[in-house]
């Protein structure tokens, strides 16, 4: 397997490494394919086989598990673009809040993914499409739920469809092929500039303002994350991941989101029921990004 990638960023990639100055990296694209190859149902066998992992304790995998290297390589090179600090929530203020270092829209890179150390085997078809999902569905960096690191692609081996409708039947065509728990749809409304795509993406539920939202959210099992203390119980994990993640996407006609549920509620504590209920509740207090979930979920 040898996959040459050319990724452009139509938001800001709010990347790092060690120090303030962002960076495209390979581990950070690394930790995305991971997270698809599990979504898409690999098992934790065969995820070692392909990302490696250290040795566990001797009652894991029957006595089976060892220390193994990865089979993936992942490598960045001709990386351009400029730097900036840019808001991370552009919908305060005018977006002039918690600003961060990051690549400005329009940064680049060349992507190559290959194999080594024998090749991958029965799961090279599994990695395949855990890269075609990220490509699709994904994005990368800090903020990547919410629409930060959002790239369009050319890859010869997996063209990007054209029109809203095809790329949403790809991503669901995708997902059925798999087996995998997860609802997704391109939403309906065209905007003119990313950043106002993003600033709608931004603009959620469960923030300082008060506390009214985080009851709501609390019934529902905190179905959009959180970062810090529930006020509720202090006693809970200081983060939780959303299950609702978001993406924009470039089109000749202008930027639309890219809405994606992580269905696998053993994973993320959350039901559809709980989307359903969520996306009505945002729909409710966030109309413009509530309305285009309920039409589309």
């Not at 900036?84 to 552009?90: H, I």
């Not at 391109?186 to 539920?205: C, F, G, M, N, P």
């Not at 300082?208 to 810090?228: F, K």
């Not at 000749?252 to 359903?276: C, H, M, P, Q, Y």
């Amino acid at each position: 397997m040898t996959r040459n990638i050319k990724l452009e960023f139509i938001t800001p990639l709010f990347s790092h490494g060690a120090t303030d100055v962002a960076e495209i990296r390979p581990p950070s694209i690394r930790g995305q394919l991971h997270w698809w190859f599990r979504l898409l149902g690999g098992s934790i066998e065969q995820e070692r086989s392909v990302f490696g992992g250290i040795r566990q304790s001797k009652g894991a995998f029957d006595g089976k598990d060892k220390t193994l290297a990865s089979k993936l390589v992942v490598r960045v090179s001709n990386v351009q673009g400029t730097q900036g600090d840019v808001p991370t929530l552009p919908h305060k203020h005018g977006g002039m809040s918690a600003p961060r270092r990051a690549f400005l829209p329009g940064a680049a890179c060349d992507l190559t993914l290959m194999d080594r150390l024998g090749g991958l085997g029965e799961n090279e078809t599994l990695l395949q499409n855990s890269v075609n999902a990220w490509l699709l569905m994904g994005s990368l960096g800090f903020r990547a739920a919410r629409g930060g690191g959002s790239f369009v692609w050319l890859d010869e081996d997996f063209a990007r469809p054209d029109d809203p409708l095809a790329y949403q039947d790809a991503c669901r065509d995708l997902l059925d092929e798999c087996g995998a728990k997860a609802r997704v749809a391109v939403l309906d409304k065209d905007y003119e500039k990313a950043e106002q795509a993003r600033a709608v993406i931004t603009d959620s539920l469960g923030g300082p303002s008060g506390r009214d939202d985080e009851t709501d959210l609390r019934d529902l099992h905190e179905p959009l994350g959180y970062v810090g203390r529930r006020f509720y119980d202090k006693n809970l994990p200081s983060r939780k991941s959303s299950p609702l993640k978001y993406r924009i996407v470039r089109f000749a006609s202008g930027f639309r989101i890219l809405a994606f549920w992580d269905g696998r509620e053993a994973v993320t504590g959350n039901s559809e029921k709980e989307l359903f209920a969520v996306v009505d509740l945002l729909a409710k207090k966030k109309p413009e990004i509530g309305e285009q979930l309920r039409k589309a979920f």
